[in-house]
């Protein structure tokens, strides 16, 4: 498991595994979101036994699989509610890490500027410079 830190609040990993949740536990988190689809891993690493495993140790699970079509006004509101409802530090996982670095920073267009968002996401190892035109016209309304 690695953990990459967008914010002081918000970080983000590639497919976490049940053994990892001592860890995130150790690391401060508080709050685990789930970004990937069931459908994408096997039942071992599917939302049920993650959440399992992280209300087991005593952290919260919040379950928002998200795909290119899913990445919704909807859908970006409940990742930042998620984020805003959390007494601590977020760690927010799918494939990769990319869904939710992408789906935090859509729901930052507007809050703050462009360059920030993209520095904070290249900081944690993504680019995401191909959003920058997204992020304008989101900021814009």
Not at 27 to 47: K, L, M, W, Y
Not at 51 to 57: D, F, M
Not at 91 to 101: E, K
Request: glycine share 8%.
């Amino acid at each position: 498991m690695e953990i990459r830190q967008i914010t002081p609040k918000y970080n983000v990993s590639p497919q976490i595994d049940v053994e990892d949740i001592p860890a995130l536990k150790e690391a401060g988190i508080t709050t685990v979101i789930c970004n990937r689809p069931d459908g994408e891993v096997p039942p071992s690493h599917q939302a049920a036994a993650i959440e399992a495993a992280v209300t087991g140790a005593g952290l919260t699970f919040r379950p928002l699989p998200l795909t290119h079509q899913t990445m919704t006004p909807q859908n970006i509101a409940q990742q930042m509610a998620f984020i805003e409802a959390s007494e601590g530090p977020v760690l927010a996982y799918c494939a990769s890490g990319t869904r939710s670095s992408v789906v935090w920073a859509l729901g930052q267009a507007g809050q703050q500027d462009t360059d920030a968002i993209l520095k904070a996401v290249a900081a944690a190892g993504y680019d995401l410079e191909g959003l920058r035109p997204t992020l304008e016209n989101l900021a814009r309304g």
